[in-house]
DNA sequence: CAGCCGGTTTTTGTATCCAAAACCCGGGCT
DNA sequence: AGCCCGGGTTTTGGATACAAAAACCGGCTG
């Protein structure tokens, strides 16, 4: 148990912003809510000063917005700006599957086949949040090889609202078992060094979970009204 | 004169990050430079806190770095990085571009041309901070017609980088012209609609301007010692 | 003489406090 | 009766003040 390295390795707005993004991400603050500084302060029983920063830090994130002297609120992405969110995912991800797949070693597939394994344990035991981190990991873990920390670290920032709205809608998605597969035939593609197999096959990937998740989100709002 | 229309549009922390962003572009603040709060605090004649929020903001946009307690620095980038950037610039741009050919209109075109005008007297009167601005505005102009916010953002938040070392060298590129006329060829491509010719063109000159950049902050760097 | 340890100083991080701007509601005017 | 205007309340933004952590320097000891 070597786990607790640094004695507070985090600051305060940092674990404040930890902690709202996942509140985000998990839904709990809802689209366009507003956000009362104060209210969160009292909640985590700090002054309002690191909540400020935690805010600011989200807000640079792109999940929440600031508005003049009106506060914060929980960004809400349209259909559109939601398919972009994908399209840009596409757009990175392949670049970065198609300069790693070269350089993967045996290391890289074990370690994506044993992240792979977590995944389908969380996924079949619901466990939404452990799921999303592990996505999360696979997919750094599938790019690794191709050494760019740059790219990654805009990927990430883009995959974070993907997710969200994944896990928004992951209880329905269960249902669509093909992923599952897909992501194992993207590992054996790359190892069998088929780049642009398994480019095509990780784009048709992506693109197939926007397109289906566009319909369940704009079901989801049609029956919501807003 | 209905410039000013809204009367405070901009909060005092954003106004700070708007000269702090400047200042580092364009060299004032060098690489690997601490920065101490208190005495810019002092010289905007402003509390610590604004300070603070502006370099956070800085932090996200990836200009500054804060280490745990120990402030924050402008961040210095690897060669590799560099390079890097350079390579996601073009990923994203020539995306861009492929989708805003098609609906670009002649209202595009001849802002287009306009804007190149102004870069043109700008190149020539050697106002590097102008230049840069106007570099912006005429890839914003240029990818305006495909109407992707988000990519545009997130290409906006890469330019800031490849800008700095471009600017910190302008003054020895200026000999090189044929980027001007690069330039005016991808509009003219994009008009005749060559998809495919525009955006080699348009990847041949980022990467272009990357090589010459690259071998000219190596050099910068291995006389600066460093 | 070099390396380590402790006190001092600087610098950051957080809290409390005050001012300014935005919303809400009621009253007056057209 | 409806609309506009103004005071009260709430909420954010900024300043000052305080505590904690880190760097620095000097002295001590092996």
Redesign the interface.
Known sequence: MAGKRAVTRS?LPEVIANDLRERILSGELAEGETIRQEALAEEYAVSRMPI??AL??LD??GLVQFT?NRGASVTKHSLR?IA??F??RI??EV?LFRRAIPAMTAQDFTRCTQILDDMDASYDANDVAKWGALNHKYHSALYAAAD????NE?LQ??SLHSDRFIRMHLSVMQQREPAKKEHRDLLDLAHARDVEGACTALAHHISRTKEELLSLVAEHRATADS
Chains 1, 2 share one sequence.
Do not use: H, Q, Y
Not at 148 to 151: M, N, P, Q, S, Y
């Open positions: 600051s400020r920063e600011k830090r640079a994130e003049n700006e972009e969110i399209d840009l757009l990175l670049d760019r920390k740059l790219t805009v920032g883009i």
